[in-house]
């Protein structure tokens, strides 16, 4: 590498996004943050130093167990395959997998060949992998052929027909009419542009706000550092066991420490095909998980299970919990539950991670959403002119950092408004900063709904039911749900000429334009009209407040009903 290379960051010949100004660069290297690392090298050290260490733990199927020594040849191998298929440095690659041991093979050879993984979830439909293939005219688009009873291979046929760009699709499994990923793999090859540490890695999905996902592009530096700091906050080291429960391409599991800390610190990643506690205690009783993170409505599920359960679940020391806020009284339950530390997480594929520390008074774990990982990264607290508030006020949290992307990738007019002059992000939460430096989060200015960690953007769901042609008007808002925090209510004004229009028949609408099934709406209601703000924009506000309300009363109604019947059932338990 030159030093100019080092200097100029982002390089001017990638307009694709915009990277991190020089000067903040070069302070982010001379800190010790930016180490000049990146993914393809990390692996190739670690197998060095210890290839007979099991990297990977599979237990679909017959069971794989792959060393670090393995791993790092098996990427070798699919890397010089890509390479003679024509995919090369900067070419994009949709990656859509189940939690298998694939995910790593493949994301590890595109790392190394300079080729950026596009993290879809498996959750995502036609809508969504066709508008990731198309928009960053992929190369390829990797699958597994079925995975919870869905036929990926069908969906790939349809992608393909649609996106004549897209070259390849790769399929773990039964190729079907496409190409096997095992006959990918081929001797390995010299790599003779391999990228450079502030080189983009790959493109991680925005849980959004606006009508498309947006793409953000992270480089080996800045998420290497993020892995780092991850790890020493939730003391990951090569004794570790991670059970990745998540789905692994979300950047939760990924990075906070996630898979990719725990083969950075040498440790072990157990992959667990479903989160559910009938599948996750007995591989952490097997494989002596140390450590996992779940979102909020999971980690209500396993605290009640863990109450049962015959697995020995003693080897459990960290459980993180993030992606939505987690209630007070839930975080509370934690360790009696479960014998282990909570760790409360809030962070964003957009770069920002806070984390209570393991050490934090039991108050801070269950009261706050953390702090930040590095002493560089800026918070900011303002309202809603941008203006600092006081300390210990509510307001819009800005962030700018060592591992915060300056823009989205390929958007520079949402860019303009979702970062400041300054290249803050606007995060769109709402918190309050406590005296000893935790963030609260207290709410969101975003148009989305959080449903239990799972992000929906208002606008993306409007304009789907807006196609339906008896629809005038849409507006997706939260509604409360005491199992996932939030859910999705769509209030529609019908046409004045439409005909009977049920909720179900919106439902149907959506799901069939090929979306992930947790953005259907969880409810419909129909109104002649919106309640309007001051301005004339529709009121969400009080849309949110009125569904709140009909829920809150059918909440109370159930618990009288329950009441009687318990007292009709049981009169001589009632006092
Ligand atoms: P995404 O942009 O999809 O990566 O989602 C990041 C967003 O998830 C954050 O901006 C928050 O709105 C939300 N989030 C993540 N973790 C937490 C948490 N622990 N508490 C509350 N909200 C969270
Ligand atoms: O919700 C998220 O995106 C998230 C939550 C916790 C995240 O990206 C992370 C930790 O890194």
Same mark, same amino acid.
């Given at each position: ?39 393809? #090298?990390? !692996?190739?050290? =670690?197998? $060095? /130093? ?6 990977? @733990?599979?237990? &679909? +199927? *017959? ?89 990926? #291979?069908? !969906?790939?046929? =349809?992608? $393909? /027909? ?6 390849? @699709?790769?399929? &773990? +499994? *039964? ?401």
């Amino acid at each position: 590498m030159t030093g100019t290379a080092a200097a100029t960051v982002p390089p001017d010949e990638t307009p694709d996004a915009p990277g991190y100004p020089a000067e903040f660069a070069e302070r982010y290297r001379a800190a010790g943050h930016w180490r000049g690392e990146t993914f393809g #090298r990390m !692996l190739r050290e =670690r197998a $060095r /130093a210890h290839p007979d260490r099991v990297a990977i @733990v599979d237990p &679909a +199927g *017959e069971g794989r167990r792959w060393t670090y020594g393995e791993l790092d040849v098996r990427a070798d191998r699919m890397a010089a395959g890509f390479l003679a298929r024509g995919i090369g440095k900067g070419d994009r690659v949709v990656v859509q997998l189940p939690n298998t041991a694939e995910f790593f093979e493949v994301v590890f050879a595109l790392f190394r060949i300079g080729a950026l993984p596009v993290f879809a979830l498996p959750a995502h439909r036609e809508t969504e992998i066709r508008h990731f293939c198309a928009f960053t005219e992929a190369a390829a688009y990797v699958i597994a052929d079925t995975a919870e009873g869905y036929d990926y #291979r069908e !969906l790939a046929t =349809r992608v $393909r /027909a649609e996106v004549p760009g897209l070259k390849h @699709v790769f399929v &773990a +499994g *039964e190729p079907g009419e496409h190409t096997a990923l095992s006959a990918v793999p081929t001797a390995p090859v010299p790599v003779d542009d391999v990228p450079a540490p502030h080189d983009l890695a790959f493109l991680q999905l925005s849980g959004g706000s606006t009508g498309v996902p947006k793409l953000i592009p992270r480089t080996h530096d800045d998420y290497i550092y993020s892995l780092r700091g991850s790890n020493e906050i939730c003391a990951v080291d090569e004794n570790s066991v991670y059970l990745c429960a998540l789905p692994a391409a979300h950047n939760f599991p990924l990075s906070s420490p996630g898979t990719l800390g725990a083969l950075y610190a040498g440790a072990r990643v157990v992959l667990a095909p479903r989160p559910s506690p009938d599948v996750a205690f007995p591989l952490i009783e097997r494989e002596g998980v140390t450590l996992t993170g779940l979102v909020p409505p999971l980690a209500l599920l396993w605290t009640e299970a863990a109450a049962t359960t015959p697995y020995d679940l003693s080897s459990l020391r960290v459980l993180l919990v993030g992606g939505a806020k987690f209630s007070e009284e839930a975080a509370r339950r934690v360790r009696p539950a479960l014998g282990c530390t909570l760790q409360q997480v809030f962070g964003m594929a957009e770069g920002l991670v806070n984390y209570t520390r393991l050490d934090d008074p039991e108050e801070t774990i269950v009261t706050t959403q953390g702090r930040p990982v590095s002493p560089d990264d800026e918070i900011r607290v303002v309202d809603d002119q941008d203006n600092d508030l006081p300390a210990g006020e509510t307001g819009h949290l800005l962030t700018r950092g060592p591992y915060t992307i300056r823009g989205y990738w390929r958007a520079p007019a949402h860019n303009a408004t979702a970062f400041t002059a300054d290249g803050f992000y606007r995060t769109g939460d709402v918190v309050r900063l406590t005296e000893t430096g935790h963030l609260v989060v207290e709410g969101r200015a975003k148009d989305q709904i959080n449903r239990g960690g799972e992000k929906v953007a208002a606008e993306e769901i409007e304009n789907h039911i807006l196609a339906h042609p008896a629809v005038h008007d849409a507006a997706v808002v939260s509604m409360p749900d005491a199992y996932l925090g939030e859910r999705t209510c769509a209030y529609v004004v019908l046409r004045e000429d439409a005909g009977p229009v049920r909720s179900v028949h919106v439902k149907k609408f959506v799901r069939e334009r090929g979306l992930a099934a947790f953005k259907v709406p969880d409810r419909v209601e129909f109104v002649t009209e919106f309640p309007q703000t001051g301005i004339g924009k529709v009121s969400k506000k009080e849309l949110r407040a009125a569904i709140a309300a009909r829920v809150a009363a059918a909440a109370a109604q159930e618990t009288a009903a329950q009441g009687t019947a318990v007292q009709e059932t049981a009169p001589h338990t009632a006092q």
